[in-house]
Every structure is written in C-alpha cells, then in structure tokens.
C-alpha cells in the first residue's frame, strides 16, 4: 500500500504499515533530518493522552489559584465601590414595623453623577451604642436611578437598634436607551 493511500486510510495502522511510513518518511525528508521520529498511529496515542491530562491538570490549578474568598459586609467593609460616597448621597428614617422588634429603613438615593446607574445594592446596618453591627442586609434599589435624580427605596425587616448605617454596596454605570 503506497504512503499516499495510508495517510487518507481512516483508522489506525498495523506495525507493517507504520514501518513503510517511516521509509517513506526517511526518503522525503532525508535521512539526516529524520533523527529517529516516530510516526504513530491510532488517534494520538499514549503521548497525546499525557499532554492531555498536564493541560487539565495546568488550567484546574490555575482557575483554583484564582479564585478569591467572597467579599462580605462587616462593620470596616461597607461598600464595593469606594467612589460611591462620591456619586451618590443616601437619606434614610427608620420606621417601626407592626411587631415593634423590626423596622423598616426608607430613603432616597440621590444620584450626582451625570450618568444613569443601574442594579444598585444598599447595605443596611443597625449598630449598637459602642457601633457595633447587630444586623445588617442587602438590599436592591428597583430599576435605573436616572443621572441627577433620586429614587425612593425601603429596606425591610432590621432589627430594631440605637442607629442605623446605609451605604451603597454595589452598582454599575451604564447607558439605558
């Protein structure tokens, strides 16, 4: 069977076949450049099943090292945006609920920057006298906040306590329309 046919065969190829590829090999290149190269068969064999496994092994170690621990709220973190106090100035009364333990935080959010800003998180906090979080939630402001405009918004369910802190977690800029 000439090399030509061999190569265009699917499947893999027998030792005999392999040997005649390997001359033929040699006569094309030449002897000084083939050094011993080894023409395999089957589907990449052993060799191509090794780089497989490093290559997986290589990106499950990378994607691990870059992974990072949940940034959560605590009495120094309060925000994700630094530049919200910036941008942004909150108002806010609490409200007792009907069971008197809980109350209702309801404000406004006043946007200063020229540009509409959307899926805005409040991280509410009540403190006790020495500052102290006691409790604390994340709440979504509903829909677009408009550039130089102010949206109502209520963050229900806080424990009742001597003072309360509400500040922007997250949001992101963009272009509505």
Known sequence: ?????????????????RNELRERYREVVGPSRFKGRVLRGGRGGPTRMRESIVLG????????????????????????????????RLTWE??????????????????????AVGRVQLLAQALDSSGNVVDQQIAWVPGAVPAFDLVYYEIPNMLAANQYRVTIWAYERRKFF
């Open 1 to 17: 069977m000439e090399g030509e046919e061999l190569l265009k065969r699917p499947g893999p190829i027998n030792d005999d076949e």
């Open 57 to 88: 092994i290589a990106v499950a170690l990378l994607l691990a090292g870059c992974t990072t621990s949940a940034i959560t709220p605590s009495a120094t973190v309060t925000t994700l945006a630094p530049d919200a106090e910036r941008w942004f």
């Open 94 to 115: 609490p409200v007792a609920e009907s069971d008197g333990a809980r109350v209702r935080l309801r404000g406004y959010l006043h946007n200063t920057y020229g540009e």
